[in-house]
């Protein structure tokens, strides 16, 4: 059962406040639903979702917490005036206090994404996103001299969403590539990587773990068996210490761990968030 609902509002995406709500409330013990209302940019939009909140307050009998990234002045106080949940203004608490101390105004734009289609840095985010999909799981070895990280491990390690997060979130150029029977036969890292030693980085995991996660994708198989994974991990460990790779275990970190530590280890000069 969900103890509260929780709302966030925004003339946005609602990212913003959902992410920065979720980091609140994830200091507290409890399991909220969450409802996110985006583009509130008009008036008539707004008294819509103060209808939708307060409904909600009356039929589970407990006021809703609703986060706003809201920065159109007057959607913003339809939303004061009228909603009976909780209401945390994320801008009005930070940005006003800042424009007194800096003595300038803000933008006041609508949303991280209101002119990013426009810049260089989005360009750049979305030929990142592109490049690591295309180098998904060693789908190709074309232009590896190009990526900014090539992450190595055994099959269901955490590559594929740790990549994929790297170029969304940091625009990165992320390869990955798995590390399979063959290559601990050879006990050697893949040829194609040999070049680009210097910008790997690997990925371990348990191999209880692994095995539950093989498990739900490939019941009963060897693949999924215990013995397999406790011999796949042990090898592909022993190969990244023998090639001097640094590397992590991801069986309890979450993939924002793991991309904040490999962003640590490999320090690229060009970081966009």
Request: aromatic share 6%; net charge neutral.
């Amino acid at each position: 059962m969900h103890s509260r609902t929780v709302f966030f509002v925004s003339d946005g995406t609602g990212i913003t406040a959902e992410t920065f709500g979720n980091a609140i409330l994830a200091q507290f013990e409890m399991k909220p639903r969450h409802v996110r209302l985006p583009f509130i940019d008009t008036v008539d939009k707004a008294h819509q979702a103060v209808r939708q909140i307060n409904h909600t307050g009356e039929v589970e009998g407990k006021k809703p917490i609703v986060f706003t990234t809201l920065v159109n002045m007057e959607v913003l106080k339809v939303i004061q005036d009228g909603c009976k949940g909780m209401l945390l203004d994320m801008f009005g608490t930070f940005v006003h206090p800042l424009e007194q101390e800096l003595g300038i105004k803000s933008h006041h734009r609508v949303g991280r994404f209101s002119d990013v289609s426009r810049s260089k840095e989005y360009t750049d985010r979305i030929e990142a996103i592109n490049f690591s999909l295309a180098h998904d799981d060693g789908q190709s070895n074309r232009d590896l001299a190009g990526a900014d990280v090539i992450l190595v491990g055994v099959s269901r390690s955490g590559k594929t969403p740790t990549s994929l997060y790297l170029a969304m979130q940091c625009g990165l150029k992320a390869a990955n590539y798995p590390l399979i029977p063959e290559d601990f036969e050879r006990r050697q890292l893949p040829p194609a990587l040999v070049p680009f030693r210097s910008k790997i980085f690997g990925l371990t995991i348990s191999p209880d773990r692994l095995a539950e996660i093989r498990a739900e994708r490939r019941p009963n198989s060897r693949y999924a068996s215990l013995e397999n994974c406790r011999m796949e991990v042990s090898e592909a460990e022993a190969m990244m210490r023998r090639a001097g790779i640094r590397w992590l275990s991801t069986t309890t970190k979450s993939i924002e761990e793991i991309a904040t530590t490999i962003l640590q280890e490999i320090r690229p000069e060009r970081l966009v968030y």
